[in-house]
């Protein structure tokens, strides 16, 4: 059964701070990787999708990458505005057809 | 467009109510998904259709009855809920389902269902 584990449960760093959050997940076998953002009460905001043959995905100031073989993914945010206060979610895509979800890491970025 | 709609954005019902939520997509997607959340947790899946087909149920109870009118349509059907069925109900949709090419999952805002 595929595990996914998102450290840190929280973040909070000043404005302007590059900052790494971590997705680790148990099961190598898997479709793809998708990183969401989800403001309170909200649904989830697509962010990027790495395909289990990729290696990085880039938008903007988000770069995501993806070590298929280790189960690790991480995503990466520059230049942090208050905006970006949101809990992330990673989400892994297994060839049974269901993606499981890490808890997720609640960031805030303060002013 | 990458717009998941839902309705009703709320929602309160009893326990003997007979409501219905709604999702519609119209990105051609051929995979459509119910999500339920509580809260600070993660999506926990019930349904999945492919084609227009019932893929999977995440063994939901009974008083959950999906349907799938057509490939741009998702409904949850609701009776007899319990309390601790209040959640946010999220739909969802990709490309595909069940290969490497399902693509993106694109969610809808979601449906805040209480239940009395």
């Known amino acids: 059964k595929q595990e996914v584990t998102q450290i840190p449960a929280a973040l909070s760093v000043p404005e302007g701070e590059n900052l790494v959050l971590n997705c680790s997940f148990t099961?190598?076998?898997?479709?793809?990787l998708q990183w969401f953002r989800q403001d309170p009460g909200k649904g989830l905001t697509s962010l990027l999708l790495i395909q289990s043959s990729q290696r990085e995905q880039t938008s903007g100031r988000l770069n995501a990458s993806l070590d298929k073989s280790s189960g690790r993914s991480t995503l990466y945010i520059a230049a942090s505005q208050p905006g970006d206060s949101a809990t992330y979610l990673c989400?892994?895509?297994?060839?049974?057809?269901?993606?499981?979800f890490g808890d997720g890491t609640t960031l805030t970025v303060k002013p | 467009d990458t717009e998941v709609t839902q309705t009703p954005k709320h929602l309160v019902m009893g326990m003997t109510n007979k409501k219905s939520l709604k999702c519609e997509q119209h990105?051609?997607?051929?995979?459509m998904y119910w999500y339920k959340q509580k809260a600070k947790k993660p999506p926990e899946l019930m349904f999945v259709y492919s084609y227009e087909k019932l893929s999977i149920n995440e063994s939901v109870p009974s008083r959950f009855s999906p349907e799938c009118p057509n490939s741009s349509l998702l409904n949850l059907h609701l009776h007899a809920l319990q309390p601790e069925d209040s959640a946010l109900y999220l739909c969802?949709?990709?490309?595909?389902?069940?290969?490497?090419?399902?693509?993106?999952?694109?969610f809808g805002e979601g449906s805040r269902l209480t239940v009395l």
């Open positions: 990105m051609g997607h051929r995979a």
């Open positions: 989400a892994v895509l297994t060839n049974a057809g269901k993606s499981t």
């Open positions: 969802a949709s990709s490309q595909d389902w069940g290969t490497p090419s399902t693509g993106e999952l694109f």
């Open positions: 099961d190598s076998a898997i479709y793809n």
